[in-house]
């Protein structure tokens, strides 16, 4: 099965700009263009943030964004904000009608 | 507006089965495939499967298959999760997501129910 590799914490301070990679295999990211971005903040339900890799749902701060390079995806968080402090999962599409998250990465604002 | 609406929490006894409801409202609930997608504490997020609610078609991820049924009534815009032979690993909070694009799998989620916390303990 496939396996998406996200770093369990990132941090950074108030106004900088962050980067959280997503590293998949030539049978998932590499593949396909179905990368999708959620943030969860505790006891709530996961938020959309990054669809198709590099899409923007109508709605989420034009701070948010993302990219994909061979095998890596990444979420750009800019000008970081106190509230962007939450947990960050990517998903991508695996071929065979199947998909699949990754454990997440805990995003600090020092 | 458009929203997902879950059924409440759920205790059950290891090897019972479980079905949570998940109520589409503010838009057109044939149109739009439904996901299911669980979090166990503290973990991270994990796909059981999808509907399509116009012609019933299911997909199940193949750790599911064999224990998990997803259904769904159109007079009611409600889709159905049932998983059975409960362990307590299933200890989760499971969502229903919808899929972002009309007639299609995208594997993009855009609107969430608020979970529904299942509990499997003796």
């Known amino acids: 099965q496939s396996a998406l590799t996200q770093p369990a914490s990132v941090s950074g301070s108030p106004g900088q700009s962050i980067t959280i990679p997503c590293t998949g295999t030539n049978t998932d990211v590499g593949s396909y263009n179905l990368v999708s971005w959620y943030q969860q903040y505790p006891g709530k339900a996961p938020k959309l943030l990054i669809y198709e890799g590099s899409k923007r749902p109508s709605g989420v701060s034009n701070r948010f964004s993302g990219s994909k390079s061979g095998n890596t995806a990444s979420l750009t968080i800019s000008g970081l904000q106190a509230e962007d402090e939450a947990d960050y999962y990517c998903c991508s599409y695996t071929g065979s009608s199947s998909n699949v998250f990754r454990t997440g990465t805990k995003v600090t604002v020092l | 507006q458009e929203q997902l609406v879950q059924s409440g929490a759920e205790v059950k006894k290891p090897g019972a089965s479980v079905k949570v409801s998940c109520k589409a409202s503010?838009?057109?609930?044939?149109?739009?495939?439904l996901h299911w997608v669980r979090q166990a504490p503290g973990q991270g997020l994990e796909c059981v499967g999808w509907?399509?609610?116009?012609?019933?078609?299911?997909n199940y991820a193949q750790k599911f298959q064999g224990r998990v049924t997803m259904t769904r009534d159109t007079s009611i815009s409600t889709a159905y999760m049932e998983l059975s032979s409960l362990r307590s690993d299933d200890t989760a909070v499971y969502y229903c997501?919808?899929?972002?694009?009309?007639?299609?799998?995208?594997?993009?989620?855009?609107?969430w129910g608020q979970g529904t916390t299942v509990t499997v303990s003796s």
């Open positions: 997501a919808r899929d972002l694009k009309q007639w299609l799998v995208t594997y993009s989620l855009d609107i």
């Open positions: 503010g838009y057109t609930f044939t149109g739009y495939f």
């Open positions: 509907i399509n609610p116009n012609s019933g078609g299911t």
